[in-house]
């Protein structure tokens, strides 16, 4: 199947009242586990691509290339969206250039004039491309390739004037961060989640810093809108977890154990892991 929009895979998932993962990918790895989890369990995905995480795999175009080689070569069938993450407006260019299916531009620390120009410019190309697009209003927490956020609560109102664009999904600030959360970490501000989803109404709403949320919190925000949830240090932290007990327990030392196929395995069955429980999660399985 070739790559698709993310729009349709999220207006079922609002109607449905389940969320889509975005994943974020690294490398050859990171793409096939999580493909191939996807498949498996009859889930649409979307992968995630940062600029950093771009840079590193040489470019653009090589990830679009390799993420649609690969759904052919593993004989894909369920929807895939190949996702732009926090892109720069020279990024969101970029990725349309090389073949993605979506796009998030992340114009969230311009002022709200500036980013609703911007965001208004790329609504207009993505429709005629027939893309998705994604927006953000108020900084998420965290760091993400060196962009450093407090986990602000987005204004309402700026979510409304995002929206009224006619992007396809909207990321909102609802206190959330990426990475890990701190101990003190006062949760998710589902007032401000309520207030975005009454002005903004039925546009599928996306959480970022999907990593450490509990069960419960991720449930409650989906029962109020939330369509998309991006999930990536967690991916990170299984897939270093399992590579280090690899190591400290020798297996690179005994017999082909410094093949790279054999030394890589251990992490990409904790990526696919930690894909099926998010998926299990966001009520995603068998809705492809
Ligand atoms: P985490 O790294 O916290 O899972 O966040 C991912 C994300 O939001 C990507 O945009």
């Not at 490398?27 to 771009?54: F, R, Y």
């Not at 369920?78 to 796009?103: E, N, Q």
Request: charged residues 25%; glycine residues 12%; contains cysteine.
């Amino acid at each position: 199947m070739a790559l698709v929009s993310a729009k349709e895979m999220l207006e079922k998932a609002r109607d449905g009242k389940y969320a889509v993962g975005q994943f974020n990918i690294n490398n050859l790895e990171w793409t096939k586990s999580i493909l191939q989890t996807a498949e498996e369990l009859k889930s649409p995905v979307i992968l995630g691509v940062s600029e950093g995480a771009g840079k590193y795999m040489t470019g653009f175009k090589t990830v679009a290339a390799m993420v649609k080689a690969m759904i052919g070569c593993l004989n894909i069938t369920v929807p895939v969206a190949l996702h732009l993450d926090h892109g720069t407006y020279d990024g969101c260019y970029k990725c349309i250039d090389a073949g993605f299916s979506s796009i998030m531009f992340d114009g969230s620390h311009f002022p709200i004039d500036e980013n609703v120009a911007k965001t208004k410019e790329l609504v207009s190309v993505c429709n005629h491309l027939g893309l998705s697009l994604e927006a953000e209003v108020g900084a998420i927490g965290g760091e993400e390739d060196g962009v450093i956020g407090r986990g602000e609560c987005a204004d309402p109102e700026e979510c409304k004037k995002i929206a009224d664009l006619g992007v396809t999904m909207l990321a909102a600030g609802i206190g959330n961060i990426h990475g890990k959360y701190p101990a003190d970490w006062p949760g998710l501000s589902f007032e401000t989640l309520a207030a975005v989803k009454e002005k903004v109404g039925n546009m599928p709403l996306v959480l970022h810093g999907g990593t450490g949320i509990p069960t419960d919190m991720i449930k409650k925000a989906i029962s109020l809108g939330v369509a998309k949830i991006n999930v990536n240090t967690e991916c990170q932290l299984a897939f270093q977890e399992a590579t280090r007990k690899y190591i400290e327990e020798g297996k690179d030392l005994v017999g082909k154990g410094f093949d790279p196929r054999k030394l890589l395995a251990p992490g990409a069955q904790a990526i696919k892991d930690t894909v099926k429980e998010k998926m299990e999660i966001f009520g995603s399985i068998g809705k492809a």
